[in-house]
């Protein structure tokens, strides 16, 4: 497909046409991963942040926020209680903290994979050099999610500080792959200033770089960030990007988002119809769920780890979906036994 027929698809605003495309896209997912919904859970273990994203709530200039750091501890905590839950993915999800040194996570990853040989550990905590990438992996990280955000250069600049550029952002990307972790990139849909041409190239890319993983959310408002009045983006982009990126990347594990359940009461349902086959619920402890607030009415149950697992099971099988808790690593890296 040509990149001014990307542009059409994703300007369409027809009911019956976007129908079809997302039961093309649950089609596709169904050939390889059926009715299956793989399961992660997500540790939000620091706010602290060195950067300065101008979407993002947690942002170092934002002194709202009350910040706060888990401990190792604390961390170790958490897997437990999703390991006993039934979870066998953790992701340590966090702002670019110099609170944590890569050492120090490079010590937290070892434990969890010395307590849970079997589990999966996927980090997501920004950018990094190829030797600290190389040193987590080393340690036994198996994933790493870093947002490419948006795949145009001068797009990048008006969501960022000067001091983060879209070219680093790619070059970890591919450092990552290069260390052979299962790599996610990903997108925020209808970022400030966004055009249908932005979100073509970000299926480019996405072409080009054939990530294991992709996370699409639509941008929400952080009230005290600069973007504070900028519109969010839709249910009906950010579902079309997903089920485009699923016709594009058929095998992709590819999430319903957080942000996606927290635009709309069923985002994450609509997501899984759409193409996605991944949800990510939160094992933080619940005192510290609402200070990881990278955007305003961000979705939380306040349910411990087992009944929210319960409920979105329940939520997946009124769709005619079933909640897997294996690893669930990308096709290409399975082990014979899965
Ligand atoms: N620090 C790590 C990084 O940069 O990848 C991980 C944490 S970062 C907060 C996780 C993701 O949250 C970002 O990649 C961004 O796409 C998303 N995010 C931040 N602010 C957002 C907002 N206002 N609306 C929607 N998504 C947002």
């Given at each position: 497909m040509t990149s001014s027929e990307l542009v059409g698809i994703i300007s369409i605003h027809d009911e019956a046409f976007r129908k079809e495309l997302f039961e093309a896209a649950s089609e596709v997912r169904k050939l390889h991963y059926g009715n299956d919904v793989y399961v992660r859970g997500l540790i939000e273990f620091t706010n602290h942040c060195r950067n300065n994203c101008l979407y993002c709530g947690i942002r170092a200039g934002n002194t709202l926020v009350e910040r706060y750091r888990l401990t190792p501890e604390q961390i170790l905590s958490c897997c437990e209680d999703g390991y006993q839950t039934g979870y066998r993915t953790f992701v340590l999800q966090g702002g670019?903290?110099?609170?944590?040194t890569p050492i120090q996570i490079a010590s937290l990853v070892s434990s969890i994979k010395e307590r849970y040989p079997e589990c999966a550990v996927t980090l997501s905590v920004g950018e990094y050099s190829k030797e600290v990438y190389r040193l987590w992996k080393d340690a036994g990280a198996d994933r790493y999610l870093l947002r490419?955000?948006?795949?145009d250069a001068t797009h990048y600049g008006m969501l960022h500080p000067k001091n983060l550029t879209l070219a680093n952002r790619i070059r970890c990307l591919y450092d990552l792959k290069e260390l052979d972790y299962q790599v996610g990139c990903g997108f925020m849909v209808g970022?400030?200033?966004?055009t249908p041409d932005h979100l073509a190239k970000d299926l480019a890319f996405l072409k080009e770089f054939k990530p294991h993983m992709v996370g699409i959310g639509p941008f929400i408002p952080h009230k005290d960030t600069p973007f504070a009045h900028q519109p969010g983006g839709t249910l009906e982009l950010t579902l079309t990007m997903v089920a485009l990126t699923r016709l594009l990347l058929p095998d992709v594990l590819l999430p319903a988002t957080t942000a996606l359940g927290s635009i709309h009461p069923t985002g994450r349902e609509l997501g899984i119809l759409a193409g996605a086959n991944v949800c990510m619920p939160n094992l933080s402890p619940e005192d510290v769920r609402d200070k990881?607030?990278?955007?305003?009415?961000?979705?939380?149950?306040?349910?411990e780890s087992a009944r929210a697992l319960s409920e979105l099971s329940s939520r997946m099988e009124s769709i005619g979906y079933r909640v897997v808790t294996h690893r669930g690593d990308h096709i290409s890296k399975r082990s014979r036994k899965e």
């Amino acid at each position: 497909m040509t990149s001014s027929e990307l542009v059409g698809i994703i300007s369409i605003h027809d009911e019956a046409f976007r129908k079809e495309l997302f039961e093309a896209a649950s089609e596709v997912r169904k050939l390889h991963y059926g009715n299956d919904v793989y399961v992660r859970g997500l540790i939000e273990f620091t706010n602290h942040c060195r950067n300065n994203c101008l979407y993002c709530g947690i942002r170092a200039g934002n002194t709202l926020v009350e910040r706060y750091r888990l401990t190792p501890e604390q961390i170790l905590s958490c897997c437990e209680d999703g390991y006993q839950t039934g979870y066998r993915t953790f992701v340590l999800q966090g702002g670019e903290d110099v609170g944590y040194t890569p050492i120090q996570i490079a010590s937290l990853v070892s434990s969890i994979k010395e307590r849970y040989p079997e589990c999966a550990v996927t980090l997501s905590v920004g950018e990094y050099s190829k030797e600290v990438y190389r040193l987590w992996k080393d340690a036994g990280a198996d994933r790493y999610l870093l947002r490419h955000e948006t795949a145009d250069a001068t797009h990048y600049g008006m969501l960022h500080p000067k001091n983060l550029t879209l070219a680093n952002r790619i070059r970890c990307l591919y450092d990552l792959k290069e260390l052979d972790y299962q790599v996610g990139c990903g997108f925020m849909v209808g970022s400030p200033f966004q055009t249908p041409d932005h979100l073509a190239k970000d299926l480019a890319f996405l072409k080009e770089f054939k990530p294991h993983m992709v996370g699409i959310g639509p941008f929400i408002p952080h009230k005290d960030t600069p973007f504070a009045h900028q519109p969010g983006g839709t249910l009906e982009l950010t579902l079309t990007m997903v089920a485009l990126t699923r016709l594009l990347l058929p095998d992709v594990l590819l999430p319903a988002t957080t942000a996606l359940g927290s635009i709309h009461p069923t985002g994450r349902e609509l997501g899984i119809l759409a193409g996605a086959n991944v949800c990510m619920p939160n094992l933080s402890p619940e005192d510290v769920r609402d200070k990881y607030t990278l955007y305003n009415n961000k979705l939380h149950t306040g349910a411990e780890s087992a009944r929210a697992l319960s409920e979105l099971s329940s939520r997946m099988e009124s769709i005619g979906y079933r909640v897997v808790t294996h690893r669930g690593d990308h096709i290409s890296k399975r082990s014979r036994k899965e």
